[in-house]
C-alpha cells in the first residue's frame, strides 16, 4: 500500500480511518511495486473482454441515512420523517430529500435501490460485507471489487487498475486473501487543496529525471547480470518487465497529468465543487479517463447519532449532491457514462426513528444505494420499504446481489473460482444474483 493523508473522520467505534493504515511508499527503483505487476503480467494474458466498463465507487464511510436521502417518508410521524421535507425528481412519482435538488434532477442517469437489507449493523464488518459481497468472516479477508478487477482485467499504460481516494475504511476493500499485490494505489490529501499532489508519482526530492534514469540504467545492468546467471529462474527473467512498469509510473507525463486538477477549468472544477468531496470526484474522472479502471471514493462523516440534520444539511448532502451530480453531467458530456459504472452506498443506514439526541442509530435492515452508468437501466427505483422505511415491502435485494450486479455490470464472471491461500475454491461472488431490472 502507499501513504496517504487522512482527515480524521471518526465512528462512533472511536477510531480513524488514519488507525487503520497501513504506510509505505514506492521508492526511487519502484521497488513495491514489481509485485503489483506480477499480478498485471498474470491478468493481461486472459485478454480484455468486448465490454470494459470502469468503476467509480462513492463510498460513504459511517452509514448514510437512508429516510433523509434516497427514500424520504413524508407521511410518516415526525419523530420516523424528521425535520427534512421532500421534493420531484426528474422521474414523476419519485421524491428524494429537499437537500438533493440537482440529484432530483439526474435520476434519468441513475436508479436508487431502496430495499438492499443486511443482518449486520456493526461498522468494520458492515463495511467489509458491502465492499466484497461476502458478509465478514474473521478467519479470511475476501478481496473487494477494484482488487478483482484488478486481477481480471490488469492495466491500462501506466496508470495503476485499482485507486482509492481518502482512506481505506477498517483496511477493507483491499487485494484479501489475494495478497496485498492488489491492495489500491492510495491517495490521501485533499484534492481541493491549492497544494495537494499525489506521492510516488514523481521521482523523490533531490533526484530530477537525468538523475532518475542513470539509477535505472545501474539497476538495469545489474539485473542483466543476474538474468545471465540465472536464467533458469522465469521470476528473474521477467523482473526488467515489472520494473519497467514501476519506472513508467513514475515517470509518466500521463500519470501526472491525470492527478493534477490544475489542467481542469475553473468553470468545471466549480461545477463539481470546491470542497474535498467535489475535486474527489473530479479527480476520479480524470483517473478513469487515463486509464484507471475503479476508483473508490471515501467520504466520511455519516455515523450521525447526534446531530443528524444539522450535519446533513450543513456539511454532508450539499457537497454530494453537487459533486456527484457535476460527475453524472460531466461523464455524459465527455461520452463516458456508458462506459462508467458510478455506485453510491455506505456499510448500512440509519435507525428511522430520531433519538433524543436528534440522531440516528445504527440500521442495516434497509439501505438505499444508488447505481448509474455503465450500461445499467436508469431511472428507476427498485424496490420499496415500509411506512417507516425500516424493512424492504417489496423486492429485498441482498448484499450479494448488489456485489453480483456491480461485477456483471463491469464484464467479471461471478462464478469463477479463485484458490485460497487455504487451497480452498472460492468464487468470486458468494451466492449473488444480479438485479435483473438493472441489467
Known amino acids: 500500500m502507499f501513504e496517504m493523508e487522512l482527515g480524521e473522520n471518526r465512528t462512533c467505534d472511536g477510531v480513524t480511518r488514519r488507525d487503520f493504515l497501513s504506510v509505505g511508499a514506492l521508492t526511487a527503483l519502484g521497488l513495491t511495486m514489481p509485485d503489483l505487476l506480477r ?5 493481461s494474458k486472459k485478454g480484455t473482454p468486448k465490454r470494459d466498463v470502469a468503476c467509480i465507487l462513492l463510498w460513504m464511510e459511517g452509514g448514510p441515512s437512508q429516510i433523509d436521502t434516497f427514500d424520504p417518508k413524508p407521511e410518516a410521524s415526525s419523530e420516523y420523517r424528521g425535520p427534512f421535507g421532500t421534493i420531484p425528481t426528474k422521474i414523476p412519482g419519485i421524491r428524494f430529500s429537499e437537500h438533493l ?7 434519468d442517469k441513475f436508479s436508487v435501490l431502496r430495499s438492499v437489507t443486511s443482518p449486520d449493523a456493526n461498522h468494520e464488518t458492515a463495511t467489509h460485507y458491502l465492499l466484497t459481497g461476502y458478509p465478514f468472516n474473521p478467519s479470511i479477508e475476501y478481496p473487494g471489487y477494484g482488487a478483482v478487477l484488478a486481477r481480471e482485467k ?3 499504460g501506466a496508470m495503476p487498475p485499482n485507486v482509492h481516494v481518502g482512506g481505506l475504511p477498517f483496511l477493507h476493500g483491499n487485494g484479501g486473501y489475494m495478497g496485498a499485490v492488489y491492495n489500491p494505489f492510495m491517495i490521501g490529501g485533499d484534492p481541493n487543496s491549492n497544494g495537494f499532489s499525489v506521492r510516488d508519482v514523481s521521482p523523490p526530492n533531490g533526484l530530477d529525471i537525468s538523475r532518475f534514469n542513470r539509477r535505472k540504467g545501474f539497476r538495469d545492468t545489474l539485473d542483466q547480470w543476474q538474468k545471465d546467471k540465472e536464467t533458469a529462474n522465469k521470476s528473474v527473467q521477467t523482473m526488467d518487465t515489472f520494473y519497467e512498469r514501476a519506472f513508467n509510473l513514475v515517470t509518466s507525463p500521463d500519470a501526472k497529468k491525470a492527478f493534477n486538477l490544475k489542467e481542469e477549468s475553473d468553470k468545471v472544477r466549480d461545477h463539481y465543487g470546491r470542497n474535498h468531496f467535489g475535486q474527489s470526484c473530479l479527480l476520479a474522472r480524470r483517473m478513469v479517463e487515463a486509464g484507471v479502471r475503479f476508483v473508490t471514493v471515501n467520504f466520511g462523516g455519516w455515523d450521525t447519532h447526534e446531530n443528524n440534520f444539522n450535519a446533513l444539511k450543513g456539511h454532508l448532502l450539499p457537497p454530494v449532491d453537487q459533486g456527484y451530480s457535476a460527475l453524472l453531467e460531466d461523464l455524459q458530456q465527455r461520452g463516458m457514462l456508458d462506459s462508467t459504472l458510478v455506485v453510491w452506498m455506505g456499510e448500512f443506514g440509519r435507525t428511522p426513528k430520531v433519538n433524543p439526541s436528534a440522531g440516528r442509530d ?4 434497509a439501505i438505499s444505494v444508488t447505481m448509474g452508468g455503465g450500461g445499467v437501466k436508469t431511472g428507476q427505483v427498485i424496490g420499496s420499504t415500509n411506512e417507516r422505511s425500516e ?3 417489496e423486492r429485498p435485494i441482498r448484499v450479494e446481489d448488489v456485489a453480483a450486479t456491480i461485477y456483471t455490470a463491469l464484464g467479471v464472471d461471478t462464478e ?4 485460497s491461500p487455504q487451497e480452498r475454491p472460492l ?5 449473488g444474483v ?3 431490472e438493472l441489467l
Open 434 to 436: 444480479p438485479i435483473k
Open 427 to 431: 468464487k468470486i461472488n458468494y451466492d
Open 391 to 393: 424493512f424492504p415491502k
Open 154 to 156: 490488469g492495466f491500462q
Open 101 to 107: 435538488p440537482k440529484l432530483a434532477q439526474n435520476l
Open 362 to 365: 445504527h440500521w442495516s435492515g
Open 416 to 419: 469463477k473460482e479463485y484458490i
Open 39 to 43: 499480478a498485471q503480467a498474470e491478468a
